[in-house]
Nanobody
Framework: QVQVVESGGGLVQAGESLRLSCTAS????????MAWFRQAPGKERERVSC?????????FYRDSLEGRFTISRDNAKNTVYLQMNSLRPEDTAMYYC????????????????WGQGTQVTVSS
């Protein structure tokens, strides 16, 4: 049974940084693309970033986030990270980690295994 658990969210001020972590179990981690999505109240879930399977074959970012956010993975720890710098109030959302045994996709429905989410709140 696959389990995905996020951590690292919190309340920060604009301009500060956070690092989110996501640990997955019950799967061969290297076979999975790992993605971060976020969802703000009243908005659709959107992909923030994705890192390809194996040794991170390809990384992808939402256009407006590249340069501030960095995704990485440590296959030895079954963990994917999202480093978020220069946070803005519009980054406030629930952040979800998702696993897909295939290439990265922008579509939430393409991911079967999800975590419960970690809240990120950025005050102005």
């Amino acid at each position: 049974q696959v389990q995905v658990v996020e951590s690292g969210g919190g309340l920060v001020q604009a301009g500060e940084s956070l690092r989110l972590s996501c640990t997955a179990s019950g799967l061969t981690f290297g076979d999975y693309a790992m993605a971060w999505f976020r969802q703000a109240p009243g908005k659709e879930r959107e992909r923030v970033s994705c890192i390809g399977r194996d040794r991170g074959r390809g990384t992808f970012y939402r256009d407006s986030l590249e340069g501030r956010f960095t995704i990485s993975r440590d296959n030895a720890k079954n963990t994917v990270y999202l480093q978020m710098n220069s946070l803005r109030p519009e980054d406030t959302a629930m952040y979800y980690c998702a696993a897909r045994r295939d290439l990265c996709s922008r579509t939430p429905l393409d991911y079967v295994d999800w975590g419960q989410g970690t809240q990120v709140t950025v005050s102005s």
